[in-house]
């Protein structure tokens, strides 16, 4: 019999710990099939965030790192230097990456650093219980915006791929989404094409995905896709922001 | 074959570091340790390694727990307030178990202190001072020859019993010029790193991690880290002493200020007082054993710092009760001279008109 659909290399046969309808485990998936297909399982290295993806680790077939909240980008820039044969990754949440993490995602894009970010944009601190993220778009609420989040009293979101895009060191900006089988291609080309980058040698390299967390959003899961697409995606425009040659 | 050079503390700790095997150094500007990584911006690439000015100390902190995870020899220094920015890092390297170097010069604080030699950080450096049950292997050098060999320890010490080390210096010891051999080669002793993610080629994944969500799976890595601490404190343990045996007062002393502390002892000695000087290299593991023999000897101790007493608690833990343990301390970036100490010394020998009379009046009931 044909095999037409297995588990990556890169992922691991374990139960991930994530919520019903949560797409993390889609994002996983995606950068597993893009190791397996370019090849580079034995010589990648990948950089954990905190956040409900903090157990990636044990998810993934390749050589991994723990890093500790926001930090990522640093921690991987140290791999690299020292191994610059090898393919370095980051997966970060938004919390993760554009809270916390802001210096050290700004820097390493400025400094070019050679490594590919993966950045997970569920416009909520999913972990520590459905907090305001540097997001989470006006009007949203969370635990910490019961009225729904105020730009002038709790400040404005952070646009990532339009912040990063203009900045010389970086090859590669796209945004894609996990909501449907063409968004979700799409993003596994994106993240492909964001690794192609990095074998290149062009600098750095980030593709964001808006994903759902239909736990701290309060949705089912089918309605959080929705939602990606009607409410998140108009907000945060999906494509191509930067792409060198 | 060995080379004499006159060299600065600060460019002594880099030639130490890369003699010694360093392949990386991640820095961020602050005063008294700047020479640090301007040392390294030159020596580091000439040796073919790796240097990178960070956009902050938290961020080469963590640039040194990736490279420390690649396998690579890894270092970071920095000065007191950049040393707390660090402190991050440094509980999560200490966690994941990942050896590494962190160099601090220190000087004055609390806050933004000022730039002057101080010797305020040393709970912060041996007891911890990020979140957690660790330690980190502390060396103290006193003169430029020792800033020179110190990394090579450091590194050792930090490979065997895997965990961050630091060399705890101050702005003197940093700042000066003195002579030094420099040999052309120093043996290097470096470890296999099985557990290096270096990428899975030819083995299974590593990972490598501080996380372990089950307590009785972070109980057993905290053990494991214990133990290796205990292991440490019975074979890593370094001190200096001098004019010790017929010693009534000891003076106990590290880096730049037991070198003061020398010059009292020597000046003590010529007015017929009986001081000694002992100087722990290691502060920690802390020479906790030596202490307590030398106090059920019956020596009386001056512990002299520049803080308010930070080390003394680590003499006073040792001696356990069984010896005297004063304390002369200058805050705030003063160093303390030889006169000052020598002061305190006879304070202590001179018996006060007080205790003569006392006693006087004891012997006469
Ligand atoms: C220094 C530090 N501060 C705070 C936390 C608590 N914390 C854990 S996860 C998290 C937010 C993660 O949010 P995000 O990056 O958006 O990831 P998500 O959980 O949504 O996937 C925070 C604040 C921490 N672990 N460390
Ligand atoms: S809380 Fe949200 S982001 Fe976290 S696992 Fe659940 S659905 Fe996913």
Not at chain 2, 75 to 85: D, Q, Y
Not at chain 2, 208 to 237: G, M
Not at chain 2, 242 to 266: E, H, K, P, Q
Request: glycine share 10%.
């Amino acid at each position: 019999m044909k095999v037409v659909f297995s588990r990556p290399r890169a992922l691991s046969d374990v139960t991930m710990a994530y919520c019903q309808g949560c797409t993390h485990g889609i994002a996983h998936r995606l950068v597993a099939e893009v190791i397996d297909e370019l090849g580079i399982l034995e010589r990648t290295i990948g950089i954990c965030p905190v956040g409900c993806s903090v157990f990636l680790y044990q998810y993934m077939e390749c050589d991994m790192i723990e890093a500790s909240h926001g930090r990522a980008p640093a921690v991987a820039t140290g791999v690299k230097r020292v191994l610059p044969d090898r393919v370095v990754f980051t997966y970060q949440g938004d919390g993760d990456l554009a809270a916390i993490g802001t210096a050290e995602i700004i820097h390493a894009a400025a400094r070019g650093e050679n490594i590919t970010v993966v950045f997970i944009n569920n416009t909520t601190y999913g972990m520590t219980g459905g907090q305001m993220a540097p997001t989470t778009i006006p009007g949203q609420e969370t635990t910490t915006t019961p009225g729904g989040r105020d730009p002038i009293k709790a400040g404005n979101p952070i646009k990532v791929c339009e912040l990063l895009a203009p900045i010389e060191g970086t090859a590669y900006i796209a945004r894609a989404s996990l909501t449907s089988p063409a968004n979700v291609m799409k993003a596994k080309k994106a993240i492909k094409t964001a690794f192609e980058m990095q074998l290149a040698g062009k600098g750095l390299s980030l593709v964001e995905l808006l994903s759902s967390c239909p736990t701290q959003w309060g949705m089912p899961p089918l309605e959080a896709l929705k939602h990606v697409d009607e409410v998140i995606t108009p907000y945060y425009p999906l494509g191509e922001f930067k792409r060198v040659n | 074959m060995t080379t004499k050079v006159l060299m600065k503390g600060n460019e002594a700790v880099v030639r130490g570091a890369i003699a010694a095997g360093c392949r990386a150094f991640f820095g961020y500007p602050i005063t008294p340790q700047n020479e640090v990584p301007e040392y390294m911006s030159k020596y580091m690439p000439e040796a073919g390694g790796v240097f990178v000015q960070a956009e902050s100390e938290v961020a080469a902190i963590n640039m040194v727990y990736g490279a420390a995870c690649a396998g690579v020899r890894a270092m970071t220094s920095s000065s007191s307030p950049g040393i707390s920015l660090k402190m991050e890092g440094i509980s999560y390297l200490a966690g994941a178990q990942l050896p590494c170097l962190i160099v601090n010069v220190q000087r004055g604080g609390p806050g933004l202190g000022n730039i002057a030699p101080s010797q305020s950080d040393y709970f912060q450096a041996v007891k911890g001072g990020g979140h957690g049950d660790y330690k980190m292997y502390t060396f103290a050098p006193w003169s430029v020859k020792e800033m020179f060999e110190h990394p090579s320890l450091a590194f050792e010490v930090a490979d065997k019993y895997r965990g961050p080390a630091m060399i705890l210096t101050d702005a003197i010891i940093g700042q000066m010029l003195e002579p030094i051999e420099i040999p052309e080669k120093i043996e290097l002793n470096l470890p296999p790193k099985p557990w290096a993610t270096t990428g899975a080629k030819g083995r299974g994944r590593n990972s490598i991690t501080s996380l372990y969500i089950v307590p009785e799976d972070l109980e057993r890595i905290n053990l494991e880290i214990q133990a290796n601490y205990k292991l440490a404190t019975e074979r890593e343990v370094r001190f200096q002493e001098f004019w010790i045996d017929d010693a009534n007062l000891v003076l106990v002393a590290y880096g730049c200020v037991a070198r003061i502390s020398r010059t009292t002892m020597t000046m003590a000695r010529e007015k017929g007082l009986k001081v000694g000087l002992f100087r722990p290299i290691t502060l920690f593991p802390f020479p906790s054993k030596q202490l307590l023999e030398l106090a059920k000897s019956g020596k009386h101790f001056l512990v002299v710092e520049m803080s308010a007493g930070q080390m003394v608690e680590d003499v006073r833990l040792s001696v356990n009760g069984e010896a005297e343990v004063d304390f002369y301390g200058r805050l705030g970036g003063i160093v303390p001279s030889p006169n000052e100490i020598l002061e305190e010394v006879e304070k202590l020998l001179k018996p006060s008109l007080y205790q003569v009379m006392a006693s006087a009046k004891t012997s006469t009931n």
